[in-house]
């Protein structure tokens, strides 16, 4: 059974706080995302949110112990902001059918086994 991978960005915020590496004040850009993986019976979403914080001034990400408490504040509010997908599983209707498939397999099984 195949399984796909896919990542979905929930939520970007250009932010104006100065780089903690390079002091710049319009390059940080906040990315929050989810990964999702699928196969042909069902669809789960990860619980996790990945966060990254990246300079598009230095080319650099910032890690979160480089943080100033202005971009912590920002931050914080920036994942309110971010609306995360439905989190769990989804299931396809091709399950479905091969359980009413099996159901009846059994059904007409137990049937003529039985039917004396």
């Known amino acids: ?3 796909t991978t896919k990542t979905h960005t929930l939520h970007t915020a250009r932010i104006k706080n100065n780089c903690p ?3 710049g004040s ?3 850009e906040f990315t929050f995302s989810q990964e999702e993986k699928e196969t042909i019976f069902q669809k789960k979403t990860a619980k996790q949110i990945d966060e990254k914080l990246y300079c598009h001034t230095c080319k650099n990400p910032i890690y979160p112990v480089n943080w100033t408490e202005d971009i912590e504040r920002v931050y914080r509010y920036n994942k309110k902001i971010a609306e995360t ?3 769990g599983l989804k299931i396809k ?3 479905y059918i091969v359980i009413l498939l099996a159901i009846i397999v059994v059904a007409t099984g137990v049937y ?3 039917r004396h």
């Open 1 to 3: 059974m195949k399984m």
């Open 21 to 23: 590496t390079c002091f």
């Open 26 to 28: 319009d390059g940080l």
């Open 85 to 87: 997908n439905r989190i």
């Open 93 to 95: 209707p091709l399950l």
């Open 112 to 114: 003529f086994l039985f």
